[in-house]
């Protein structure tokens, strides 16, 4: 009853236009699913379970207006991160400011984790966008702060799972028109109800 993607896997996409919340006024969302994976065994550096950007052409720049869960293979770490529009290189600043990291991961192939990425105030115009990343219903990091443009045209926009290189198992994608608390990921992790 999951999805699992295999070395050379192509990606599982999802139209923005009718799966987010996307306003150029102002926005926040989130996306709960539950992974199982080797970080170990991951070949390539920094394979993506989930992407959300723009598109051009056949491509989905890393860097320009994005949000992602990546693994950094040199610390095995598990990354949440969100870019604002480009304007120049991604610095180690600005990865410093806009990922958060959770480092040194065991995770075997036959464990599942559950994952929220949240965030809120996007394109709000000022310096209070925020997003959080919950593993196992616990908050494990927090951005706060910052002022996040994301000029997406909507209907060229593709939310996709195993972005890239990504080898494991997802299940139970959920996503939300709005951001969500420490509680709701609490409860998203042991719900009383099935999602459905």
């Known amino acids: 009853g999951a999805v699992e993607f295999e070395k050379g896997a192509t990606a599982m996409s999802y139209a923005a236009k009718t799966n987010f919340a996307y306003s150029d006024k102002g926005w926040g969302g989130a996306v709960s699913f539950w992974m199982a994976v080797d970080v170990s065994s991951l ?8 992407h959300i950007g723009k598109r051009e052409g056949n491509a989905y720049p890393w860097d320009d207006a994005v949000i992602f869960v990546d693994f950094a293979k040199a610390t095995r770490s598990l990354r949440f991160g969100c870019y604002p529009n480009k304007q120049g290189e991604i610095s180690d ?10 480092p040194n991961l065991n995770w075997s192939e036959d464990t599942w984790h559950h994952i929220v990425i949240a965030w809120n105030n996007f394109n709000s115009g000022k310096a209070d966008a925020n ?10 990091g927090k951005k706060s702060g910052l002022l996040m443009d994301l000029s997406w045209t909507i209907d060229d926009v593709t939310a996709r799972f195993n972005h890239y290189k990504f080898t494991g198992k ?9 951001s969500l608390a420490p509680e709701d990921a609490a409860y998203l992790n042991q719900p009383i109800k099935p999602l459905n």
């Open 93 to 102: 600043a600005m990865i410093e400011e806009h990922v958060i990291q959770v």
């Open 170 to 178: 997802i299940d139970e994608i959920a996503v939300f028109g709005t």
């Open 131 to 140: 997003w959080s990343l919950y593993i196992d219903g616990k908050e494990v």
């Open 43 to 50: 070949e390539a550096d920094f394979p993506e379970p989930f």
